[in-house]
Nanobody, 121 residues
């Protein structure tokens, strides 16, 4: 499973961005998908996650401003970010827990390459 993230960029405070992350490959099922971020000097932290069935989890900083969604047919997860603040500046990484079933069940986690979001004040 390979993940390709896109949609990062420079935005003014209060603005919006939409991140996308598409999985490529075949023969797998994507279970949970999520977005994490790592700001300068900080540890990587979970921003939001979504199960295959659509249940979502958000960090306290993301609640009310960010929305995670997914398109299972396209193996893609999205993060709609609104009311962006300077503290949201970070590299955003997508990840997924996947399962291959053939020839034997194999579970794993894949990470995307990261996309930089910069929020100017």
């Amino acid at each position: 499973v390979q993940l390709q993230a896109s949609g990062g960029g420079l935005v003014q405070g209060g603005g919006s961005l939409r991140l996308s992350c598409a999985a490529s490959g075949s023969g797998f099922t994507l279970n949970s998908m999520g977005w994490h971020r790592q700001g300068s000097g900080n540890q990587r932290e979970l921003v939001a996650a979504i199960t295959r069935g659509g249940m979502t989890t958000y960090s306290d900083s993301a609640k009310g401003r960010f929305t995670i969604s997914r398109d299972n047919a396209k193996n893609t997860v999205y993060l709609q970010m609104s009311d962006l603040k300077s503290e949201d500046t970070a590299v955003y990484y997508c990840e997924t827990d996947y399962m291959f079933y053939h020839p034997t069940p194999i579970a794993g986690r894949a990470w995307g390459q990261g996309t930089l979001v910069t929020v100017s004040s």
